[in-house]
């Protein structure tokens, strides 16, 4: 049986479907208490398995014998893929399980930013139901509205069929690359970056992680942006400047915003973020359901053990390398 670390719990059924086939180090997360075993493992192993630990290049050095790497995310930010690619290692993630998922998670941030759901919800819950709700608590539509799409990958798509079929939105869209068939299926309008954050009441920011997109969205793309309008991150932290989009919610640059990862996660509870009411702030949840979790650790299983076996089909380590 092949070595392999497993770095991150998994339901029972998946783990002894991983055992079956390989030789398993578990480690429930990688922290201070774990981290020199850990680093001790790596000597032997032939695969990895897991999520939410940066893997760079001086960690994955002390694993000479490594054949693959699986990932339970679609993100693949926390491997040192240039590394990888010099290795020849493939890295696995897990793409297409969890688009719909994590598209509902963003028209959930959506719906509670644009109808202040979680400050009104929290107005009530303190006893601060009065009186009926006066213009000063109205939200604002989303029906009817335009979305602006800043990715349009697989969950892209997810949220913008959400938008046109769900709510009659007006669907515009940046991307490295145009997606005709998209722009068919949803009437869809491809633009640049500059002339969606003008034109659009809700942007919602869904690219991949990469050198090309950290600190995409900034103090001078918010400007950008109508005053009206409310802005969505789904994608990672640290493609916004999490400073600028502070400032632009603390003086009216623009309405509101939904996010569900930042810079620094779990984020400190001393942020500036969490002291303003137009921003609803979810703990990284995008694909957080019971169903959709089990689909990635099942799919991550599945693809180290292939992977191990000589298929490596959902390799993506080499990915970006064609699109730079
Ligand atoms: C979780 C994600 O962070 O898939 C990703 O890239 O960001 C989310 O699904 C991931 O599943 C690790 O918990």
Request: charged fraction near 25%; hydrophobic fraction near 40%; charge should be negative.
């Amino acid at each position: 049986k092949k070595k392999v670390i497993l770095y991150r719990d998994i339901p029972a059924q998946e783990r002894q479907r991983l055992e079956s086939q390989c030789e398993v180090t578990f480690f429930n997360g990688i922290n201070d208490t774990n981290k020199d075993a850990f680093e001790a493992a790596l000597a032997d192993a032939e695969g990895l398995i897991g999520t939410s630990t940066r893997m760079s290049s001086e960690l994955l050095s002390l694993a000479p014998k490594l054949k693959a790497a699986s990932t339970i995310s679609v993100g693949t930010d926390l491997y040192d893929l240039n590394y990888l690619t010099e290795r020849g290692i493939p890295l696995m993630h897990t793409p297409g399980v969890l688009d719909e998922t994590t598209a509902d998670t963003m028209f959930t941030l959506i719906m509670c930013t644009a109808r202040r759901a979680v400050e009104l919800s929290n107005m009530v819950r303190e006893g601060r139901w009065n009186s009926n709700i006066g213009e000063s608590l109205y939200g604002t539509d989303v029906h009817g509205k335009t979305l602006g799409i800043i990715g349009m990958g697989r969950i892209g798509y997810a949220i913008a069929k959400r938008g046109h079929f769900g709510f009659e939105m007006k669907i515009q869209y940046c991307n490295r690359n145009r997606k005709p068939d998209i722009e068919q299926d949803l009437n869809a309008t491809y633009m640049n970056m500059e002339e969606l954050l003008k034109t659009s009441d809700f942007v919602c920011v869904m690219t991949p992680l990469t050198p090309e997109t950290e600190r995409l969205i900034g103090a001078k793309e918010f400007a950008l942006m109508k005053p009206s309008a409310i802005f969505i991150n789904g994608s990672r932290g640290k493609v916004i400047d999490q400073a600028a989009l502070v400032d632009a919610l603390t003086n009216g640059t623009i309405r509101a915003a939904g996010l569900d990862v930042f810079e620094v996660e779990p984020l400190p509870d001393d942020s500036p973020l969490c002291e303003l009411n137009n921003a609803v702030l979810f703990p990284h949840i995008g694909s957080a359901t019971s169903e959709t979790r089990l689909a990635m650790i099942t799919c991550a299983v599945d693809n180290l053990i292939n992977a191990l076996d000589g298929d490596i089909s959902h390799n993506c380590a080499n990915q970006h390398l064609l699109t730079r």
